[in-house]
């Protein structure tokens, strides 16, 4: 089974460890001898709390998530979080700031201005955003209830290289793409949260990690499913979560753990990259959308320039084991999406065909 496996670029979702779906197809009528699948057992279960709980206390662990901070397992997708984080938090001031580096940080950015003043605190619609705005281009308000970000821009290939430094205003961030990709201090931040079929499991779950003290401010019309505060009161469990996600999570988490945790992620994360941007660097035919100094370790777009020759490496690449790599309509050209489950021999033998390639064309 595991040797006709692809290459797969795929933005998301996207590739798992082989060994997390291994354990998982091992397991999947018979969870270690209960009788049956972790998809058909009650969340209540004394099972599938175990499962959740040590799920939990693995990504606490990884990320070395400190006291005061609650985790949450959700729904709704970072989509979701567009809404809740304005729900649950622009009250306190009535306003926030939005840096829009990409697609999904102006969605969120719209979405806010609808439960309170949202100010445009940096952009980067102005370059295609392909690049992240500096610290002192970031227009603060010390009065904001919040400062939000989306740390990698999927679409666009950037990601940010600093963190931000905003005083007293709490950040939050939206990590989808690049959670686990390297270690982060959780303490500086007010709100991470991710879709987790970037880098942790399949669609379905809604990692979210909050200091307590921000929940419970929710405007007073917040659907009760929306408030942090229901979530963290019942444990993530007011109503069903999404268990099997839930449980190829705490899979993932394994594999993590077994590779070095997540300084191991951050080694192969800049191993990858650096490979795959120096040989389009290196190479005639393609150029990179972002700015150096602003790109994703984790999607990496680039184009030739000729949407014949574009569609052309995509087909071929295609055919040689490499799928996937079409990059998003709003950018065109390629884009390899090299999250922590891509092998690092997948991008050698990706730069083996860029170079080859670029030499015939
Ligand atoms: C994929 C992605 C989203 C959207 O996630 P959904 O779970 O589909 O709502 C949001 N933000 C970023 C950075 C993403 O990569």
């Not at 609650?70 to 622009?90: D, K, Y």
């Not at 574009?310 to 799928?323: I, L």
């Not at 390629?334 to 997948?346: D, H, K, L, Q, T």
């Amino acid at each position: 089974m595991s040797d006709q496996r692809v290459y797969n670029f795929s933005a998301g979702p996207s590739m798992l460890p082989l060994s997390a779906l291994e354990r998982a197809g091992s397991e999947i009528t018979n969870y270690r001898g209960c009788g049956m699948s972790v998809m058909e057992m009650s969340h209540r279960s004394k099972v599938f709390l175990q499962i959740f709980q040590e799920t939990q206390d693995k990504l606490r662990r990884l990320m070395q998530v400190p006291d005061g901070y609650q985790i949450l397992f959700l729904q709704t997708g970072a989509s979701g979080q567009f809404s809740m984080v304005p729900l649950n938090l622009i009250g306190r001031t009535g306003k926030a700031d939005y840096a829009v580096t990409g697609n999904f940080a102006g969605l969120a950015f719209q979405e806010a201005k609808k439960y309170g003043q949202a100010n445009l605190a940096a952009s980067s619609q102005d370059a295609g955003f392909s690049y992240i705005p500096a610290q002192d281009q970031l227009k603060l308000d010390s009065q904001a209830s919040y400062f939000y970000y989306c740390a990698n821009n999927t679409i666009y290939g950037t990601e940010w290289p600093y963190l931000p430094q905003t005083g007293e205003v709490p950040l939050v961030c939206d990590m989808s793409s690049n959670i686990l990709s390297a270690p982060v201090d959780v303490s500086k931040y007010g709100v991470i949260f991710a879709g987790a079929q970037k880098n942790m499991a399949p669609a379905g779950l809604t990692v979210v990690i909050i200091r307590e003290d921000l929940a419970g401010h929710h405007l007073p019309f917040t659907p009760l499913m929306m408030e942090y505060q229901t979530m963290i009161d019942k444990q993530s469990m007011y109503n069903t979560p999404p268990c099997w996600c839930i449980y190829m999570l705490g899979l993932t988490l394994d594999w993590v753990e077994a590779n070095g945790g997540l300084e191991g992620m951050e080694r192969r994360k800049r191993l990858r990259a650096g490979m795959l941007y120096d040989a389009l660097d290196g190479s005639r035919l393609f150029r990179c959308h972002a700015e150096k100094g602003s790109r994703s370790g984790m999607n990496v777009t680039f184009r030739t320039g000729s949407e014949e020759l574009d569609a052309k490496f995509v087909s071929q690449a295609a055919q040689a084991g490499f799928v996937n790599l079409k990059g998003h309509r709003k950018v065109g050209g390629m884009r390899a999406s090299i999250y922590n489950a891509m092998p690092v021999e997948g991008v050698e033998k990706l730069c083996d065909f860029i170079r080859a390639f670029d030499k015939a064309n």
